[in-house]
């Protein structure tokens, strides 16, 4: 069989033999119609007769993956698909290092395992469900489409985290794959598992920052699980990474869009403070201190993802192999970690502080900031675009003791410079760092859909080339 080429005959379009896996293909035939229910009802509103201009895997190439055509959203394929597996691959760190990678679960970390996948298939349906009212105010057709490919995959990398779970673990498996169709972001009751799948996603402007913050830590999370010793999850999440790169190119470009046509309206109307922001908002477009303090509100969230910044269970997860470290591959240690120390940010005496922690308690703390690294880079970018424009301003990542909710910093209020502040302190000066109902609702009205083909609402500049490198006014969603 060639593992690159996707088999499109059956129910499940798959690259991994479903159709001699009797056992597990039954399983998901079974699943399938109560994912198309959850789709149903919780997936993107309205729409789902539209014809969607949609990518569609048809191979695990990276080179040539994917083909785009019309598709309904629930006709879309969703399937099961690994990268390749790599001949005489190891487990590359921890205690096993060495050792041939797993092709099953070993036994005594069947419950650490199955928890990471659990944890990373519970975000997938929650984003879609955060996502799902955004159709009805997409600011052109091209952002509409962007919209429902993020929302697709997201449902695949929800297969693809499902399969695992129905293949290797058995009984228990198979009621975390319904559990994960029950959950609902922001249900009181059945909430998602992680605190920032809870959050809502109201407007554009949270769908790109969340885009670029939130799907970035997807990004972090799954470099380091691509790295397991257990080798189906890191075949899974070897390509889940392929698709993830396009839901960061849409939060980057998006939040840029919006910068750059915020920047020129301003240079148009002669404003040069962007601090004046009733006249800014008088333009129909959205100022950027707001943008500012959307971005402070998601970093920050998404800041929390990371867990503790001392935590056993990932020291447990990296010591047995399940785990790494982001690109765990390319870095030149020891790959166990018995010894070393790591830096970690921690309240010490009521100050922020660096102290040296054992380097298997501090991973947290690492990916992390790998993660700050890689989000300054675009942070980065977007202010080559205000800066060319001339306008003078900076946009900046707040300090990571702000606005925290797990962790160090959970316990105290700090503002956007790290500076520790009362709760009186914090309550009269939130809504310099974080988005007032004021705000909220500026925001809210610009939020008028634009449906024809070519046009852009004012606030957002259009894109510099098209998807699949269609023109300007290609008609990406045939809504009915
Ligand atoms: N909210 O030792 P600790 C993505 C819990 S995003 C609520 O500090 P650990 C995507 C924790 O569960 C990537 N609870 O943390 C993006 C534990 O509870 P238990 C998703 C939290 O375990 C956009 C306790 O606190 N993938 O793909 O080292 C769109 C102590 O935990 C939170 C993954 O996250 C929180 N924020 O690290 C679509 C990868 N944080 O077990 C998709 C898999 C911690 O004691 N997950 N807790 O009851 C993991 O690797 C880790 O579980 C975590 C937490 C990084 C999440």
Redesign the pocket.
């Known amino acids: 069989m060639n593992i690159a080429q996707v088999d499109y005959d059956g129910l499940i379009p798959n690259n991994v033999a479903l159709g001699k896996d009797v056992r597990v293909k039954r399983a998901l035939e079974k699943w399938h119609p109560g994912y198309l229910n959850w789709w149903n009802d919780m997936g993107p509103e309205g729409f789902q007769q539209s014809l969607v201009y949609l990518r569609t895997a048809v191979s695990v190439d990276p080179k040539g993956w994917a083909k785009f055509d019309y598709v309904r959203m629930p006709d879309y394929r969703w399937g099961v698909l690994l990268a390749p597996q790599q001949e005489g691959r190891k487990v590359n760190f921890g205690m096993h290092k060495g050792e041939e990678a797993w092709q099953e679960v070993p036994g005594e970390y069947r419950a650490m395992l199955r ?3 659990v ?2 298939g ?3 349906p ?2 879609v469900e955060q996502q799902r009212h955004l159709g009805k105010t997409a600011p052109s057709l091209y952002d509409m489409r962007n919209l429902f490919q ?1 929302n697709v995959e ?1 449902g695949r ?1 929800l297969w693809a985290m499902v399969y695992l779970l129905q293949k290797y673990f058995g009984t228990d498996g198979r009621e975390e794959a319904e559990a994960l169709l029950q959950r609902r972001s922001g249900d009181p009751d059945t909430p998602r ?5 809870n959050e809502k996603t109201p407007d554009w402007l949270s769908f790109f920052m ?2 670029f913050f ?9 470099e ?2 691509a790295q397991s010793g257990f080798d189906p999850l890191s075949r899974t999440c070897r390509f ?1 990474l392929t698709e ?1 790169a396009h ?1 960061m190119f849409v939060g980057e470009t998006g939040v840029t869009r919006i910068i750059q046509r915020t920047c020129e309206a301003m240079k148009d109307a002669g404003i040069s403070d962007p601090h004046e922001i009733e006249k800014v908002r008088k333009l129909g477009v959205i100022d950027l201190p707001t943008i500012q303090k959307k971005a402070n509100l998601h970093f920050s969230l998404t800041l ?12 447990n ?1 990296f010591h047995a192999g399940l ?1 790494g470290r982001y690109r765990e591959d390319r870095l030149k240690d020891d790959h166990q970690l018995e010894s070393g120390t790591y830096p970690v940010l921690r309240l010490i005496d009521g100050k922020i502080r660096n102290e040296d922690a054992p380097a298997l308690s501090a ?2 703390m690492r ?1 992390r900031d790998d993660y700050v690294a890689d989000c300054n880079n675009g942070v980065g970018r977007w202010n080559k675009v205000i800066n060319d424009i001339g306008i003078p301003f900076e946009l900046k990542l707040p300090h990571v003791a702000f606005h925290r ?3 160090e910093f959970s316990s105290i209020k700090a503002d956007v410079n790290g500076e520790i502040l009362s709760d009186a302190d914090w309550q009269k000066r939130r809504n310099e760092f974080l988005p007032s109902d004021a705000d909220r609702n500026f925001i809210e009205s610009l939020m008028k859909p634009e449906t024809q083909p070519g046009k852009f609402a004012g606030w957002i500049a259009p894109p510099k080339v098209g998807i699949d490198n269609k023109p300007g006014d290609f008609e990406y969603v045939k809504i009915v």
């Open positions: 928890r990471l996948v944890i990373q519970d975000t997938e929650a984003s993020v997201e990398h598992m992680l605190g920032a799948f969340f885009t939130t799907d970035r830590d997807g990004k972090m999370q799954l380091a699980l889940m993830e839901h929390d993802l990371f867990g503790s910044e001392i935590s056993t269970n990932a020291a997860a785990k991973l947290n990916l909710h797990i962790g």
